[in-house]
Nanobody
Framework: QLQLVESGGGLVQPGGSLRLSCLASGFTLDDYAIGWFRQAPGKEREAVSCFSKRNTITYYADSVKGRFTASRDNTSNTVYLQMNRLKPEDTAVYYC??????????????YGQGTQVTVSS
């Protein structure tokens, strides 16, 4: 069964850190481009990061460069998003996603259910 399940969201103060995890059951991660997206209330979905098959290309949105780091562990079939120096504008539902093709700005083939991140004092 193909399934993406995110975890690790929560409430954090500005300047704090969170690490999101995404367990990719039934997938071979090397066969997919892996993306993280977020959507805040009333806003469009935003691509946060993407790395292509075998990590040949890595993308980060300008708003998170230098603060967020995406990674993967093929052994555990888990994808991570380390988020540091969080800001209130990072508040959103975060989704991991896989695509059989390349990183792109459209819809990916598979999405998780999302995990809420709230940055507030």
């Amino acid at each position: 069964q193909l399934q993406l399940v995110e975890s690790g969201g929560g409430l954090v103060q500005p300047g704090g850190s969170l690490r999101l995890s995404c367990l990719a059951s039934g997938f071979t991660l090397d066969d997919y481009a892996i993306g993280w997206f977020r959507q805040a209330p009333g806003k469009e979905r935003e691509a946060v990061s993407c790395f292509s098959k075998r990590n040949t290309i890595t993308y980060y949105a300008d708003s998170v460069k230098g603060r967020f780091t995406a990674s993967r562990d093929n052994t555990s079939n888990t994808v991570y998003l380390q988020m540091n120096r969080l800001k209130p504008e990072d508040t959103a539902v975060y989704y991991c996603a896989l695509d059989e093709g390349m990183c792109h700005g459209g819809l990916f083939d598979y999405y998780g259910q999302g995990t809420q991140v709230t940055v507030s004092s």
